[in-house]
């Protein structure tokens, strides 16, 4: 019977998700945003015929995964290259912005703690969870503007992926603090070591995915292959060397990016994220939210908590770009592209309640978080982009 509820549940998530991402189409608005709504409309904000279920969160986690692979899959490896210094000083200002005007909140609203104290750390774990950036709504958005292989948008895909490295450092540093046992060096060191790891053995893998390749060029059991490498890499990023499995499928579509049936693969993967995985994840955002537990004073403090995220990402990554001589469009662009928050959010929340550092009432502000920057950030994204192209079309004067 648990089986038959499962298609149900499927059949509602995928059918109510197309229906409001054509609307959202209509509306000028990018179709994840109508697939977040969906998901307000069906959770239990307003509706409530569905909930967020194991295995819902399990089918969203492989969508967001299949996101990022396809991300990496249509990166332009020697762009990547060019833009790597860049992003590494991008994501290094997205997270020390929001690192401290977060820790600068909490303490106006709660009081300023002494150093080393409990309430400091509560603080300062207040701007950790800010310095998660989720780029996979981001991607969604490029990808159907058809920005997300120039130069911005490398850089923001980039620098989201560093964002996320340094922010889980980070949250190892804080959590470290207050309980040494935690051993944050060697988290420090199992970073480095992975990414060592990916260039060395991602060399190899590439080059026996070319030889498969030479031999048996446009077969389905290339893009086979490619989604059981991108799994895998997920998988040993998570469970070996704790950096978010996401890392570890744009890693996996990096190290496949050059292959000469590379479009073939991503085409081959866009089904499977276009018509189940994708709309899932978008859909359970909506999903997740819920404002029961919301009083008057938290509220205020969920909404300055939601509009410093926002501007922290906009200004600390916008100021960076604006250093690395972008102009101040594509500063405008990196910033706004930055600034989603989702599941890397939520993960680092988690373990902040797991340390105590935290209690349960602060899942309601990362939730409002993610789903105003889930759906501001596309429609911000889209008209940035659309005026931009514009100004680029004018004729000279």
């Not at 820790?103 to 969870?129: C, D, K, N, R």
Request: charged share 15%.
């Amino acid at each position: 019977m648990e089986v038959y509820g499962i298609l149900k549940d499927l059949a509602i998530i995928i059918f109510f998700a197309k229906m409001f991402a054509i609307a959202a189409r209509h509306f000028k608005a990018p179709q994840v945003v109508g697939e977040i709504i969906a998901g307000l409309v069906l959770g239990p904000c307003m509706l409530g015929i569905l909930e967020q279920t194991d295995f819902i969160a399990q089918m969203a986690e492989i969508g967001v995964i299949l996101l990022m692979f396809a991300a990496g899959l249509d990166t332009d490896l020697k762009e990547l290259i060019k833009t790597g210094p860049v992003a590494f000083l991008i994501a290094a200002f997205g997270v020390f912005v929001p690192l401290i005007l977060g820790s600068i909140l909490h303490m106006l609203f709660y009081g300023f703690a002494p150093w080393g104290s409990e309430e400091f750390y509560q603080s300062v774990f207040t701007g950790t969870i800010m310095t998660a950036t989720s780029v996979s709504i981001t991607v969604a958005s490029l990808q159907e503007m058809g920005k997300i292989k120039t130069k911005v948008g490398t850089t923001i895909v980039s620098a989201a992926i560093i964002d996320d490295v340094i922010g889980i450092i980070v949250l190892t540093f804080v959590i470290g603090f207050k309980d040494p046992s935690s051993r944050p060096v060697l988290v420090l060191w199992k970073t480095i070591v992975f990414f060592a790891v990916a260039l060395v053995g991602g060399y190899i893998v590439y080059k026996l995915f070319s030889m498969l390749d030479k031999r048996y060029p446009h077969t389905r059991r290339i893009p086979i292959a490619s989604l059981a490498f991108c799994f895998l890499l997920s998988y040993v990023a998570e469970e070996y060397f704790g950096i978010a499995d996401i890392t570890g499928a744009y890693v996996a579509g990096i190290v496949l990016c050059n292959l000469s049936d590379n479009e073939y693969i991503e085409r081959k993967m866009d089904v499977s994220s276009y018509m189940i995985f994708g709309p899932i994840f978008f859909v359970s955002i909506g999903l997740k939210t819920s404002f029961n537990a919301m009083t008057g004073q938290f509220l205020i403090f969920c909404i300055c908590f939601v509009i410093v995220a926002l501007l922290a990402k906009i200004i600390g990554c916008g100021l960076a770009g604006k250093l690395c001589k972008y102009n101040l469009t594509d500063s405008l662009k990196i910033g706004v592209g930055m600034m989603t928050r989702g599941e890397v959010a939520l993960i680092v929340s988690q373990k902040g309640l797991s340390a105590g550092l935290i209690t349960p009432d602060y899942f309601t502000a990362v939730i409002l978080l993610i789903l105003v920057s889930s759906i501001s950030t596309p429609i911000l994204l889209k008209f940035i982009y659309s005026r931009d192209d514009k100004k680029q079309q004018a004729p000279a004067a």
